[in-house]
């Protein structure tokens, strides 16, 4: 906006709504219409209410731009304000996330060069990193979060794969790739699920035998690698088997070494 605000917004007595749009900066459609009421220094009297979009994704703001006036809603104490407030339908033409749903967050700050250029190098860019590279990156950097994390990592994947192309990719994809690499895990930790109850299904009287004759041998229990290995279950699917027979009361273990115990009540569930 042009007009510096002196004074603090506060929040209008009108309810918010949704926006309808997709939000510029992520392409979030979590966005929200709010008004807002603020008094401008540059006009004597201007006190009024303004529309202001919130993404609840991404962290972007900006504020409404007006198409049609109305009288503004003010408390019977009130002064009448010298400025029309705007209406209900103004045209915002960019975006804000608001934390709690009530007053809306700052922009984000931009990423650093430093960030920036760790950004690239982790992307594997193989070309000189110029002023002119920095400042063409620095959006997609600013919403590729911290290192290391999720974000990050959808982020780093995104920028490799466009090695070779003139443009930088859109911020929305940090945010699409990101949501598809949680959606893939979340498959893949549940097809791991289904495969260690079918293991632990056909196992579960194997595996006490296994444990009961190692007890009875060396009267200490198997360690869960020997007992998988005995099963001939290997890789990520053995200790996840040997969770789902603990949940289902076919071994209990404690935190000593060599707990690993059949359980006294434990009964096979009819096929």
Not at 19 to 27: F, M
Not at 35 to 44: I, K, L, Q
Not at 56 to 63: P, S
Not at 157 to 168: D, I, K, P
Request: glycine share 8%; proline share 8%; charged share 30%.
């Amino acid at each position: 906006m042009s007009a510096r605000v002196d004074e603090v917004r506060t929040r209008s007595s009108r309810a918010r709504h949704p926006l309808g749009k997709p939000c510029r900066a992520c392409g979030s459609t979590s966005t929200w219409v709010e008004w807002r009421r603020e008094v401008e220094g540059s006009r004597p009297g201007g006190a009024g209410e303004w529309p202001y979009a919130v993404c609840e994704t991404c962290g972007h703001a900006a504020k409404g731009r007006l198409t049609q006036s109305r009288p503004p809603a003010q408390p019977a104490a009130a002064a009448p304000s010298a400025e029309p407030a705007p209406s209900a339908e103004a045209d915002v033409d960019d975006q804000v996330v608001a934390g709690d749903g009530r007053r809306g967050r700052p922009q984000r700050p931009k990423a650093s060069d430093e960030r920036v250029e760790e950004l690239l190098q982790a992307a594997g860019y193989n070309r000189a990193i110029t002023p002119e590279v920095l400042e063409a990156h620095r959006w997609f950097a600013t919403h590729a979060g911290e290192p290391g994390l999720p974000r990050w990592k959808a982020a780093v994947a995104l920028l490799n794969g466009a090695q070779g192309r003139s443009e930088v990719p859109h911020v929305r994809e940090i945010y699409g790739e990101e949501k598809r690499r949680r959606e893939a895990k979340r498959a893949r930790a549940a097809a791991m699920r289904k495969q260690a109850g079918a293991l632990a299904d056909d196992h579960a009287e194997a595996a006490r035998e296994h444990v009961a004759r190692v007890w009875a041998e060396t009267g200490a229990g198997p360690t869960w690698r020997e007992l998988a290995s005995a099963l001939g279950v290997q890789g990520p699917l053995a200790s996840a088997m040997i969770d789902v027979l603990h949940r289902r009361g076919v071994l209990a273990s404690t935190k000593e070494p060599r707990s690993l115990a059949v359980t006294p009540d434990w009964t096979p569930t009819p096929s």
